[in-house]
């Protein structure tokens, strides 16, 4: 059973406009929200987190929403760039003690159009 | 160095051999994880490490993967008599404890495996 769904394989935007980029979630327990980046044959690079007790966090381009009666999020970029274009992946952290592994979606693929 | 590697970036091998997986976490980072993707999946969990202890080995999918961590640093994955659907990137990330802001985790560049 997938507890971090992203719905959209991908989504195709043009540059200098929103990307928005959705997630949703199962588990209640989950403590923290993280966005990653991952452009082909690199590994994931971290990007964005917001914890359960905000709803919103923001960093330059990107803003992370998080809506926690729907269990969902969004990731926001504006404007967006063509060197976004990537594999954008949302992860969830679960605290099970001091164990902070993430459980990931399947990914979007975002291409930004010049 | 600054980064996480791992090595091999490659390994292509034939069903039924053994093949070992490396990587070498951010200095100082207490905490190591292996996750693996397969096609058109996320990231899978597979093992957590905090120094050489793994309390958490609820992702490794069969007995015929284990890892190892020595010197709280290096750490192996091995998979035994490997088959098809263990073809995958495995990826390795680090972090530091306690954390920050957030449990950020970085990540390696991965392995690509390919069992014939």
């Known amino acids: 059973d997938q507890q971090v769904k992203q719905n959209s394989p991908s989504l195709s935007v043009q540059e200098g406009r929103i990307s928005i980029l959705n997630c949703d979630y199962t588990n209640s327990m989950f403590d923290y929200f993280l966005w990653y980046k991952k452009y082909p044959a690199e590994g994931p690079t971290f990007l964005i987190s917001?914890?359960?007790?905000?709803d919103k966090n923001e960093d330059g381009r990107f803003t992370v929403f998080l809506n926690k009666s729907a269990k969902h999020l969004s990731l926001h970029i504006v404007p967006s760039q063509p060197g976004d274009s990537a594999v954008y992946f949302c992860a969830a952290s679960d605290k099970g003690g001091s164990n902070y592994k993430l459980t990931f979606g399947k990914g979007t693929l975002l291409t930004v159009n010049p | 160095g600054a980064g996480v590697s791992q090595s091999p970036s490659n390994k292509v091998t034939e069903k039924g051999k053994d093949v070992e997986l490396r990587c070498d976490p951010i200095s100082g980072h207490t905490a190591l994880y292996w996750y693996r993707q397969s096609l058109g999946q996320g990231l899978e969990f597979l093992i957590y490490f905090q120094g050489n202890s793994a309390p958490d080995k609820s992702g490794l999918p069969s007995d015929r993967f284990s890892a190892e961590r020595t010197g709280g640093s290096v750490s192996t994955l091995t998979i035994q008599r490997t088959q098809q659907e263990d073809s995958a990137v495995y990826l390795c990330?680090?972090?530091?404890?306690?954390?920050?802001?957030?449990?950020?985790?970085?990540f390696g560049p991965g392995t690509r495996l390919t069992v014939l």
């Open positions: 917001i914890s359960s007790i905000k």
């Open positions: 990330a680090s972090s530091s404890l306690p954390f920050g802001v957030s449990p950020e985790q970085f």
